[in-house]
């Protein structure tokens, strides 16, 4: 059973800094791209960053040169340190994961910027 597991989200104040964690378990042998997405109240969700078991990445232009994704594929771990948070940066974050061809989604953690 594939599972996604994230942890780091929390409330920090506009220019502050946090990290995001994934952990993926299952049928890893199949695990290819993993990602973060984020969704703000009435909003879409949104491709925030990926990366792929290769190491390629792409961002979104809202978050280029604040953000960064890695990933440690020992620990099956994909991480989202992201810094110079703006409010427009509060969302739930969900952390995406490819298993053979499928797309498998975390339960979400919340980030809250604010003063």
């Known amino acids: 059973q594939e599972q996604l597991v994230e942890s780091g989200g929390g409330l920090v104040q506009p220019g502050g800094s946090l990290r995001l964690s994934c952990a993926a378990s299952?049928?890893?042998?199949?695990?290819?791209?993993m990602g973060w997405y984020r969704q703000a109240p009435g909003k879409q969700r949104e491709l925030v960053a990926a990366?792929?078991?290769?190491?390629?990445?792409n961002y979104a232009d809202s978050v280029k040169g604040r953000f960064t994704i890695s990933r440690d594929n020992a620990k099956n771990t994909v991480y989202l340190q992201m810094n110079s948070l703006k409010p427009e940066d509060a969302a739930v974050y969900y952390c995406?994961?490819?298993?053979?061809?499928?797309?498998?989604w975390g339960q979400g953690t919340q980030v809250t910027v604010s003063s």
């Open positions: 995406h994961a490819n298993f053979w061809g499928t797309d498998y």
């Open positions: 299952g049928s890893i042998f199949g695990l290819n791209a």
């Open positions: 990366i792929t078991r290769g190491g390629s990445y």
